[in-house]
């Protein structure tokens, strides 16, 4: 092979890797986009962990992670969140969620702290919901910042395939999917 073919071989190889760079680092720096609605009620009942960045809250928790989601009266949703800890143990947090926006807003923010706290921001949570199949069974779970992000689905294990599919659009939005860890379910 000739020297001028193999430095255009490194050349174009280059380019090419600073163009995806550069469409990567777009994406990052473009604002989180939700999905366009969001049906409440459907959403509601029994989500499990797939995979989840990882974070301080949830650094304890070993396999076994889901949320359960119940619509209440006043029109905000009680959370629940349980996992399996080392040792076996189960660890519990309840929340409550509320809309932001119109009805079908996609937006949402959760509180762990005490009701009582309930008029203090700092203690609500962004919970957006930035994608979601059409039968409500797989879903991926962020905020603006990009700091969290959780996959659930309503089964503790997801077909590869629509996996996969999803970490594309979450590509596509910017997330980092080298900081997604799958999560332990029913070992």
Not at 62 to 75: E, K, P, S
Request: aromatic share 10%; charged share 25%.
């Amino acid at each position: 092979m000739k020297p001028h073919r193999i430095r255009s071989g490194v050349l174009g190889a280059m380019l090419c890797l600073a163009t995806f760079s550069a469409a990567a680092a777009e994406a990052v720096a473009a604002p989180v986009t939700t999905i366009a609605a969001l049906d409440v009620a459907r959403y509601m009942g029994t989500w499990y962990e797939i995979a989840k960045y990882p974070n301080r809250f949830q650094r304890k928790c070993v396999a076994d992670t889901q949320a359960d989601y119940r619509l209440l009266d006043d029109g905000t949703v009680q959370v629940t969140n349980r996992c399996r800890m080392q040792g076996g143990d189960i660890n519990e947090a309840q929340g409550v969620a509320r809309q932001v926006g119109g009805a079908d807003s996609p937006k949402l923010e959760v509180r762990f702290a005490p009701a009582w706290l309930a008029f203090l921001p700092w203690v609500w949570g962004d919970y957006w919901v930035v994608d979601l199949d059409r039968d409500y069974s797989l879903v991926a779970v962020s905020e603006p910042e990009r700091e969290y992000l959780w996959v659930l689905s309503r089964t503790p294990k997801v077909d590869a395939e629509r996996y996969n599919a999803l970490l594309g659009r979450l590509l596509e939005k910017g997330f980092d999917l080298d900081r997604l860890e799958r999560s332990r379910q029913g070992d």
